[in-house]
């Protein structure tokens, strides 16, 4: 066997000198793909930096999720430095879900030391930062150890020379049981502290646990030239040939997981939603869309295409399209697609036209002035037409635990909601398209799905009422009503810190089953079940017109048009999709009516004389620059005024006549 040359080794070593190399920086989001991954991020903060983790779980077809995600993105940014932040899709790692018992999303939780320390459920960016200051406060609090050297000179100071700290430290490692490095640290160092200090006057020093440099790691090896300048004329290089092959091939182990995390950075899935984003200007807007829907988006192309440069307003959350799990297979063009893929193709196409977004909700219309007032949550947009495309809202049961155990496996969004009860047993309430729907989308991942309807007989389509009768998962309950909805207080989970305990936070049920009645045989009997979908159909979204449209009285909710077109009773308000449409109520049929409000909105700015005032402003400016026609005396001599234009033909001509 011939000796390895010189050459020979460094070509096999290349890949391993070239990871040693490179440092990688902590990614801002991390995006957690395992259940061992999540462990091993949670070991180490625990024990190598000390910094609290907090996890949002979400899932890509969950509009709540989607609104939460660039506050979340933001909130990292901000606490970089103070915390640890990652994503646990639910689909994905539906394990991390139940073993926290992660009932509806968006849930955050946030750990320290290991430990879950708190957690929230639903969008508020409000309850999202308090909470993440109070773990960052106590990760900072806690952030101390006494050491035993730091105690035996303590000891000596006070005149106790040679006393056995031993028992001390581990009585103080042992208060905190979650403490696997048998230190004196945290809240029962400080209490030692406070305690030899009311004896001895004076309190022992308490050092760091975690230096500044393990809780804030360098992004790349300027850190190290720093600290040693390169004073000679060769850059600095690796010192590797000391290091034994076990020792490279630690390192390299450690470099590969670095690089790992460095990879899954910042996966900007949901930065789309809030791209284009509308910006007040000093003139109306044309056109302001209320609703990001098929009617909202198709209105939106429509305008765009006409120069109108609409706005859409639209929280991300979308409406039913967007909640749409399963493939979208009635919309002409979109094959094996799910309904949120058709809104961002939409979205996109929109957006390439020229339409702005304005990602919030609608409070209120004034119509009682020209031009009207949209007025959100945080802004007021002029416009002089507007577009309602708001679609519908969920309609619920109104029983006894639904309103108590929404969040806690009370839902209506089985798209968002579903992976949470992988495994589990579920029901499903309703006998239309949304239930048919919902029920085939739990069943893919839930134990068993139980489809309640008070009918004998499905209002949904044959296709999927059958595949529905068909399913293996998938029991019927016919003529059955849902009378309640029981729930119980999760089992207690365990707290080594008495600190750790909020006596004053409510404690939400978790649903345990269903009291169901047979209206054909009589008989009233609970059912168990870890989840309840509410999918009995929806209620237009249009409370905000109250008092500022007419409405249909005989279709209560849904906004009076004048038939054959999208006008209301309000001049240069229309109406598209399922806002004014009570019979088809079906995406393809909202994306026409949106399309007809953007024409009859065209054609009303017209007849108007509302055009862009912007450019004819722009327009007036550049004529009061260049001077009225009058004044054309003043600028000088023009060579173009003595030149008569003539036609190729005409100039040809007199050119030949005057050559003969």
């Given at each position: 066997?011939?000796?390895?040359?010189?050459?020979?080794?460094?070509?096999?070593w290349?890949?391993?000198?070239?990871?040693?190399?490179?440092v990688?920086?902590?990614?801002?989001?991390?995006?957690?793909?395992?259940?061992?991954?999540?462990?091993?991020?949670?070991?180490?903060?625990?024990?190598k930096?000390?910094?609290?983790?907090?996890?949002?779980?979400?899932?890509?077809?969950c509009?709540?999720?989607?609104?939460m995600?660039?506050?979340?993105?933001k909130?990292?940014?901000?606490?970089?430095?103070?915390?640890v932040?990652?994503k646990?899709?639910t689909?994905?790692v539906?394990?991390?879900?139940s073993?926290?018992?992660?009932?509806?999303?968006?849930?955050?939780i946030?750990?320290?030391?290991?430990?879950?320390?708190?957690?929230?459920?639903?969008a508020?960016?409000g309850?999202l930062?308090?909470?993440?200051?109070?773990?960052?406060?106590?990760?900072?609090?806690?952030?101390?150890v006494?050491?035993?050297?730091?105690?035996?000179k303590?000891?000596?100071?006070?005149g106790?020379?040679?006393k056995?700290v031993d028992?001390?430290?581990?009585?103080?490692?042992?208060?905190?049981?979650?403490n696997?490095?048998?230190?004196?640290?945290?809240?029962p160092?400080?209490?030692?502290?406070?305690?030899?200090?009311?004896?001895?006057?004076?309190?022992?020093?308490?050092?760091p646990?975690?230096?500044?440099?393990?809780?804030?790691?360098?992004?790349?090896?300027?850190?190290q030239?720093?600290?040693?300048?390169?004073?000679?004329?060769?850059?600095?290089?690796?010192?590797?040939?000391?290091a034994?092959?076990?020792?490279?091939?630690?390192?390299?182990?450690?470099?590969?997981?670095?690089?790992q995390?460095?990879?899954?950075?910042?996966?900007?899935?949901?930065?789309?939603?809030?791209?284009?984003?509308?910006?007040?200007?000093?003139?109306p807007?044309?056109?302001t869309?209320i609703?990001?829907?098929?009617?909202?988006?198709?209105?939106?192309?429509?305008?765009?295409?006409?120069?109108?440069?609409?706005v859409?307003?639209?929280?991300?959350?979308?409406?039913?399209?967007?909640?749409?799990?399963?493939d979208?297979e009635?919309?002409p063009?979109?094959?094996?697609?799910?309904?949120?893929?058709?809104?961002?193709?939409?979205r996109?196409?929109?957006?390439?036209?020229?339409?702005?977004?304005e990602?919030?909700?609608?409070?209120?219309?004034?119509?009682?002035?020209?031009?009207?007032r949209?007025?959100?949550?945080?802004s007021?947009?002029?416009t002089?037409?507007?577009?309602?495309?708001?679609?519908?809202?969920?309609n619920?049961?109104?029983?006894t635990?639904?309103?108590?155990?929404?969040?806690?496996?009370?839902?209506?969004?089985?798209t968002?909601?579903?992976?949470?009860?992988?495994?589990?047993?579920?029901?499903?309430?309703?006998?239309?398209?949304?239930?048919?729907?919902?029920?085939?989308?739990?069943?893919?991942?839930?134990?068993?799905?139980?489809?309640?309807?008070?009918?004998?007989?499905?209002?949904a389509?044959?296709i999927?009422?059958?595949?529905v009768i068909?399913?293996?998962?998938?029991?019927?309950?016919?003529?059955?009503?849902?009378?309640?909805?029981v729930?119980?207080?999760?089992?207690?989970?365990?707290?080594?810190d008495?600190?750790d305990?909020?006596?004053d936070?409510?404690?939400?049920?978790?649903?345990?089953?269903?009291?169901?009645?047979?209206?054909?045989?009589?008989?009233?009997?609970t059912?168990?079940?870890?989840?309840?979908?509410?999918?009995?159909?929806?209620?237009?979204?249009?409370?905000?017109?109250?008092?500022?449209?007419?409405?249909?009285p005989?279709?209560p909710?849904?906004?009076?048009?004048?038939?054959?077109?999208?006008?209301?009773?309000?001049?240069?308000i229309?109406?598209?999709?399922?806002?004014?449409?009570?019979?088809?109520?079906?995406?393809?049929?909202?994306?026409?009516?949106?399309?007809?409000?953007?024409?009859?909105?065209?054609?009303?700015?017209?007849?108007?004389g509302?055009?862009?005032?912007?450019?004819?402003?722009?327009?007036?400016?550049?004529?009061?620059?260049?001077?009225?026609?009058?004044?054309?005396?003043?600028?000088?001599?023009n060579?173009?005024?003595?030149?008569t234009?003539?036609?190729?033909?005409e100039?040809v001509?007199?050119?030949?006549?005057?050559?003969?």
């Amino acid at each position: 066997m011939s000796k390895p040359t010189l050459a020979n080794m460094c070509i096999q070593w290349l890949p391993l000198l070239l990871l040693l190399t490179s440092v990688t920086a902590r990614p801002l989001v991390r995006h957690i793909r395992s259940a061992n991954e999540f462990d091993r991020l949670i070991e180490k903060h625990s024990t190598k930096t000390g910094l609290p983790v907090i996890v949002d779980f979400y899932s890509d077809g969950c509009g709540p999720c989607r609104m939460m995600a660039p506050i979340f993105k933001k909130l990292a940014k901000e606490m970089e430095n103070d915390a640890v932040f990652a994503k646990v899709d639910t689909n994905q790692v539906y394990q991390l879900s139940s073993r926290y018992n992660v009932r509806s999303i968006p849930t955050f939780i946030f750990f320290y030391n290991g430990k879950k320390q708190n957690e929230f459920s639903g969008a508020g960016e409000g309850q999202l930062r308090q909470y993440a200051q109070s773990v960052i406060a106590k990760s900072q609090r806690d952030n101390i150890v006494l050491t035993k050297d730091a105690l035996v000179k303590y000891y000596e100071e006070m005149g106790e020379k040679g006393k056995d700290v031993d028992p001390i430290i581990k009585k103080c490692a042992d208060m905190l049981k979650s403490n696997k490095s048998g230190d004196c640290l945290g809240q029962p160092a400080r209490e030692l502290a406070k305690r030899l200090s009311k004896k001895y006057k004076t309190p022992p020093p308490l050092e760091p646990r975690f230096t500044d440099d393990d809780r804030h790691p360098k992004s790349d090896s300027s850190s190290q030239q720093k600290a040693k300048p390169n004073t000679s004329s060769t850059p600095d290089k690796p010192n590797l040939h000391l290091a034994s092959k076990d020792e490279l091939l630690k390192e390299l182990e450690s470099r590969l997981e670095a690089e790992q995390d460095a990879a899954m950075e910042e996966e900007d899935d949901d930065d789309a939603e809030f791209e284009h984003g509308w910006a007040p200007g000093d003139f109306p807007e044309r056109v302001t869309i209320i609703g990001g829907g098929p009617a909202g988006i198709a209105a939106a192309i429509y305008a765009a295409r006409a120069g109108l440069e609409p706005v859409v307003v639209a929280p991300p959350m979308g409406g039913q399209l967007q909640g749409k799990g399963v493939d979208v297979e009635n919309y002409p063009g979109m094959v094996n697609v799910t309904g949120p893929a058709v809104i961002a193709v939409m979205r996109d196409q929109a957006v390439a036209f020229g339409t702005a977004f304005e990602a919030e909700s609608v409070v209120t219309v004034d119509a009682s002035q020209r031009p009207f007032r949209v007025v959100t949550n945080s802004s007021v947009i002029e416009t002089h037409a507007i577009i309602v495309a708001t679609g519908a809202e969920s309609n619920w049961l109104n029983v006894t635990g639904e309103w108590e155990m929404r969040g806690g496996g009370v839902s209506s969004c089985a798209t968002c909601d579903g992976a949470i009860y992988h495994g589990k047993h579920v029901i499903v309430v309703g006998g239309g398209d949304t239930a048919m729907e919902d029920a085939l989308v739990l069943a893919r991942t839930s134990q068993s799905v139980t489809l309640v309807h008070r009918r004998d007989t499905f209002r949904a389509s044959k296709i999927l009422a059958q595949r529905v009768i068909e399913h293996p998962k998938i029991t019927i309950k016919y003529n059955t009503i849902v009378e309640e909805i029981v729930g119980a207080l999760p089992p207690a989970e365990a707290s080594d810190d008495d600190d750790d305990i909020d006596l004053d936070k409510p404690v939400q049920k978790v649903v345990t089953g269903a009291n169901l009645y047979n209206k054909q045989t009589n008989e009233h009997y609970t059912m168990s079940c870890d989840a309840v979908f509410v999918a009995i159909g929806h209620t237009p979204a249009t409370s905000f017109l109250k008092d500022v449209v007419a409405f249909d009285p005989d279709r209560p909710g849904y906004v009076k048009v004048l038939e054959g077109t999208t006008k209301t009773s309000v001049p240069g308000i229309f109406a598209a999709g399922d806002v004014a449409d009570s019979m088809y109520r079906q995406a393809i049929t909202s994306a026409g009516s949106g399309a007809m409000a953007a024409l009859d909105a065209e054609r009303w700015l017209s007849e108007e004389g509302l055009g862009n005032e912007k450019e004819e402003f722009e327009a007036e400016l550049l004529r009061e620059l260049m001077g009225d026609d009058d004044e054309k005396d003043d600028i000088g001599y023009n060579a173009y005024d003595d030149v008569t234009i003539k036609g190729v033909k005409e100039t040809v001509a007199a050119t030949a006549g005057s050559e003969l």
